[in-house]
């Protein structure tokens, strides 16, 4: 298994506070797709890491109306629940019926953490099927109000841990179900641009620590560019 040093890329932040959640919408649903313009003229693909919970629901439902590239798309997830393919709380499945249902992606360019096969198991697959490339081009990532991303919660093995898979099995999650899948921090790292999209009242606490240099578990991840980080009002704290 290829392991990797807990040290993910330095992560120089820009953070962006908007009006309404409309305007943030709006705004991340602009950087996407001009990330995926970038990266089809540039290199011929864009690689595209999405976030799961309801936070991007209504911007993956927006793309949707979008006439993009879409046979130049590959989707990857940051994480996966161990929970049967059609489980409404598979992250998946939120994603299959909000957005990737209803456009002509190539059903091969749709990367589904196998995490009905167990934790172990669907890491072992998913690092595989990831060895080929060696970079994203934009990672979404959301933030849950104990500082957590994707599914890397905080005093958990993996901050102990002197080497990283490239992607974990996670056992014991504070939230349910307690079994995951994630990538770890180094390789979503591995990308050009990072989005985090942050948005309630319950997550002001969480920022307001990660602004401070607290070292949570979204701060453990950098990019080669600028990471980008959009908040409502209300997870701003203001």
Known sequence: MTTLKPNAAAQQSRWHVFASLVELEDAALERILAAADDAIAARGAFHLVLAGGTTPRHI???LRSEAAD???WHIWFGDERCLPPEHPERNSRMVMTSWLAHVPIPYAQIHVIPAEKGAEAAAHDYAE???PLPQFDLVLLGLGEDGHTASLFPMQ???RAIAWPSVLPVHDAPK?????????PERLSAT????FIVTGAGKADAVRD???GVAIPASRIGAQQTVDIFLDIEAAGQ
Request: cysteine-free.
């Open 70 to 72: 879409w046979k130049h």
């Open 129 to 131: 099927l990831l060895k």
């Open 176 to 184: 349910p179900p307690a079994d995951r899948v994630s990538l770890s």
């Open 192 to 195: 050009h641009a990072l989005l």
């Open 210 to 212: 990660w602004k401070a």
């Open 60 to 62: 993956y439902e927006a």
């Open 157 to 159: 093995e993996w901050e």
